[in-house]
Structures are given as structure tokens and as C-alpha cells.
């Protein structure tokens, strides 16, 4: 019987066999702790289908199809097809595709896998050099992700779980936490990969939300945020006159949306943007 792919002695010898050998332009770290790809894949709500990014040698995919009734993995990595089969040959309920992620058809994917097997969630081990994208690209998945589980480097796992008034704060901590409920899971330190990078990173955890009352568009409701931290060591107010083109009214929409143009965007909440927001709608009309 093998040991788990993750083991460091057996990830050593699949690299030693394929001749393979970490690609740095792909974001390329394997993981080498069975502990920490088997935890991952129990807290990430897979038992219907679940789609991975970046399944790399087969670490984290094994785990997964552990726990799931179907694994479907996109790699952009041709070099990894032919070991993936060979690692996971065990597994009939693992599906490789062959592409990059950003490029996928995710609506169509979720709808599909939802259908056959009852549910679908996300977890991956995420190429840090396209973290945002790709969280992005599954935030704006109109068929709802339920769950989203990623190794994420620590400093943009902050970032996504930050709370209002922390330095971490920004646009993307709002952005995400208007769709998902963001938890950070656990710390995974830097000699659990294989190459390690030069960075520790953290599993963390994105929750759907049921939204009452949505806004009606949501990309103007992201510009909006990002306009205001924009300049983040500037007031509020410098950073709405920007967006709005207009300093009377910035002042006027800041006040009718309950907040003070001295403040930072950094000390507002959910609710003070979602009103900032319905304010300036109603001065655009
Ligand atoms: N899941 C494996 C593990 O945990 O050991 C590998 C994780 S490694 C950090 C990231 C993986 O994502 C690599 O296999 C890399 O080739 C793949 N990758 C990079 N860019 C990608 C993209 N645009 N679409 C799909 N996979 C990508």
C-alpha cells in the first residue's frame, strides 16, 4: 500500500520519477503534510462534488477523494497530467481538466456537478501569484459557492478576515465579506511545502451568505468601495470628492448616509457602505 502523496517521502519520489521539477511561474509548491491536506479536505464541506484548483502532484486531490463523490480538478500545468493519472490511478471518482482556471466556464461547472451529485464546494491549495483573481472569479459565480477552502499566503488571509479599524482592512476584506461570512482556519507554516516559500500561509474560509437584500449592481457597489480606500491615509471625504467628481456633493451624500466626512474608509462597517452606496445611486439618477 502507498503512503499518502503528500507524505515527504512519497512526494520525493514522484518528483525523482517524472523528472519534475517545482515551476516558480506557476506558483509550484507541494505540499508535504498529511496532516494538514487531510484537515483541509474534512473542514471543506465536500461530500457532494468538489472542484479544485491547482491540484499539482496529487496531494490535497487524494484527500479530497477521501471525502467527496467526485473531485474535479483544473491544472494548467500539462506536465502534471500524465503523473496525476499515475498517482491517482486509485481514485475513480477523480475528473483532471487541462486548463487554466481563470479561463474556465465556473458557472457552467457548479451548475453541472450541483446537479449530479447534490452539492458543490471549492478547495484548493491556491498559486499565490493569482490568489485574488481566482477568489474572484468565484465570488462572481452566479450559482452560489456554498463553501470556499484555501491555503491562501497568511498576509492575504488578513486581509480577506479583516475587521473594520484594522490595519489589514481594505476594499477586498469588504468585498468578500458582503457575499461570504470570511473565518481564517489554521496556519500552515512554510516548511509543510516542498519547495518552501518564503512566506507562511493560513487555510481559510469563505461561507456563502444569505443576503435579504442584495444591491442591485453589484460591480458599482465594488468600485464604490474601492474608490474609497483609494487613498487610505486620506478622510473619507477626499476619496468620495474623488469618485464623485464633486465636493458639495460628496459632503451631501456623506452626511445623508449617516457619516462623518472626517472619518477613514477604514473605520466603516458593512452597513455604512451599503448606505454610502444607496446615497450616491440616488445622487447619480
Ligand atoms: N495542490 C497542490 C498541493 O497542494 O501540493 C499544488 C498547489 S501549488 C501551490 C499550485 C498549483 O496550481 C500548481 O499545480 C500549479 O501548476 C497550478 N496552477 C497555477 N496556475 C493555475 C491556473 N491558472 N489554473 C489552474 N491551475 C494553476
Known amino acids: 500500500m502507498n503512503k499518502p502523496i503528500a507524505a515527504p517521502s512519497r512526494t520525493k519520489e514522484i518528483l525523482q520519477q517524472f523528472g519534475l521539477h517545482a515551476k516558480k511561474g506557476y506558483g509550484q509548491n507541494f505540499l508535504t503534510d498529511v496532516s494538514v491536506v487531510s484537515r ?12 479544485e484548483i491547482g491540484p ?26 500524465p503523473v496525476l493519472k499515475e498517482t491517482l490511478k486509485e ?24 446537479e449530479a451529485y447534490g452539492s458543490v464546494a471549492v478547495c484548493a491549495n491556491l498559486p499565490y501569484y493569482i490568489t485574488t483573481p481566482i477568489l474572484f472569479r468565484l465570488f462572481e459565480c452566479r450559482e452560489g459557492i456554498p463553501y470556499i ?50 512566506v507562511d500561509s493560513a487555510v481559510i474560509q469563505f461561507r456563502q451568505k444569505e443576503i435579504d437584500d442584495p444591491v442591485d449592481d453589484r460591480e458599482a457597489f465594488f468600485e464604490l468601495v474601492k474608490a474609497c ?30 457619516i462623518d466626512p472626517g472619518c477613514r474608509a477604514q473605520e466603516l462597517g458593512q452597513k455604512e457602505f451599503r448606505r454610502l452606496y444607496e446615497r450616491t445611486c440616488l445622487c447619480q439618477d
Open 40 to 51: 483541509c479536505a474534512q473542514v471543506s464541506h465536500c461530500e457532494g462534488a468538489v472542484i
Open 56 to 81: 499539482g502532484i496529487g496531494s490535497l486531490t487524494e484527500q479530497l477523494a477521501l471525502c467527496s463523490k467526485h473531485v474535479r480538478a483544473y491544472e494548467v500545468d500539462e506536465k502534471l497530467i
Open 91 to 114: 481514485y475513480g471518482n477523480v475528473e483532471v481538466i487541462l486548463q487554466d482556471f481563470l479561463e474556465a466556464d465556473v458557472e457552467s461547472s457548479v451548475r453541472e456537478l450541483r
Open 149 to 198: 477552502t484555501v491555503m491562501v499566503q497568511k498576509e492575504v488571509a488578513d486581509r480577506f478576515a479583516a475587521e473594520p479599524g484594522s490595519k489589514d482592512y481594505g476594499a477586498l476584506s469588504v468585498e468578500s465579506q458582503y457575499l461570504y461570512d470570511v473565518k481564517k482556519l489554521y496556519a500552515v507554516p512554510r516548511n509543510s511545502f516542498q519547495p518552501a516559500p518564503n
Open 229 to 258: 480606500f483609494k487613498q487610505r491615509r486620506k478622510t473619507i471625504y477626499n476619496n468620495v470628492r474623488e469618485y464623485l467628481g464633486n465636493g458639495e456633493t460628496a459632503v451631501r451624500v456623506l452626511r445623508e448616509a449617516d
